[in-house]
């Protein structure tokens, strides 16, 4: 009888570990809160209460005891700007997921060096997709904004409340600006006040544009005058910084896709030659010479790469 090959077998727990974790925490989910908690919760009046039991829950326990509190709140935040209904436990659980089956996967296919490889890739791709999501949502959010601001003014000037013309929008706007106003409306309606309310919005967004509209409002509720008349000149604003954005990004896009070939060509040829030539590879990583080789790439690669981010990034 054959044996299957020990790197075959410690890839194939690896995946599964990966995969149990991942589907534990999509599936195993707590029944949702009453409507008193979820108030009680929100004005922080719930402390100290332990979360239900199965996979997610331990997550929620590590995470709580691993990861410290800024982080915490800041990856919710970032989850929360990039439109994903995931708590940051239940993200700490499918990152972990996704990085034990990449690197199983390479494991099994290329050893040990392929292995750790695998696993910066598995730990860094989550990253980047939240990342790159934020991002679009953000750069839609900044797009629909002077429209936005325009409706705004037109309600004020018609003699509505600022509630009631972001009500105008939440009716007819579009994701994600309308999803964000209808939050900030929800808390007003609990009873924060609608400049805290926007200002939520602006740091979940990470949105510098936005936080400029509620200093805007926060200014004319304190020492008066035509808001609409503000807003009509902030969008106007906003309309050609949009302009311009979109021109400098559109000039850099040969310099951003050369960083990003340049970039992850030679990891791609690294895992390449794992999987069809290890042979050819193997003095990269098995002897001194090819340590300090690997490292002063690793190092070279690393420092191009961000000063071609540099080079291309524009702040507008």
Request: net charge neutral; aromatic share 4%.
């Amino acid at each position: 009888m054959s044996t299957v090959p020990v790197p075959l077998l410690l890839g194939a727990v690896a995946i599964g570990a990966g995969l149990a974790l991942a589907v534990g925490t999509v599936l195993v989910r707590p029944a949702p809160p009453s409507a008193d908690r979820r108030l009680a919760t929100y004005f922080g009046e719930v402390t100290g209460q332990r979360e239900g039991a199965g996979v997610r829950g331990v997550a929620v326990l590590v995470a709580q005891a691993v990861v410290p509190g800024d982080v915490e709140a800041r990856l919710a935040r970032r989850l929360s700007g990039a439109g994903m209904a995931v708590r940051p436990a239940e993200w700490a659980v499918m990152h972990a997921a996704v990085a034990l089956v990449v690197a199983g996967l390479g494991f099994a296919l290329g050893g040990l060096a392929l292995a750790l490889v695998c696993l910066a890739l598995g730990v860094l791709a989550p990253l980047v997709y939240l990342r790159i999501r934020h991002a679009r949502r953000l750069a839609a959010f900044s797009g629909q904004l002077p429209d936005t601001l325009t409706i705004i003014a037109n309600s004020l000037s018609a003699g509505l409340s600022v509630p009631q013309a972001i009500d105008t929008v939440v009716r007819e706007g579009q994701e994600p600006i309308a999803g964000e106003l209808r939050r900030a409306l929800v808390e007003q309606r609990l009873g924060v006040d609608i400049g805290d309310a926007l200002d939520g919005i602006a740091a979940r967004m990470g949105s510098v544009d936005f936080a400029w509209v509620v200093m805007a409002i926060r200014i004319q509720r304190e020492v008066g005058g035509n808001l609409a008349e503000v807003l009509e000149t902030v969008a106007e604003t906003l309309r050609e910084r949009e302009f311009l954005r979109r021109q400098v990004r559109t000039l850099s896009a040969e310099g951003r896709l050369s960083a990003y070939i340049l970039g992850g060509l030679p990891v791609a040829m690294f895992c390449y030659l794992m999987v069809a030539n290890r042979e050819f590879a193997e003095p990269l990583y098995t002897t001194l010479l090819g340590l300090v080789m690997l490292g002063a790439a690793v190092a070279l690669v690393s420092v191009g790469g961000w000063v071609m981010s540099r080079m291309v990034k524009v702040e507008v």
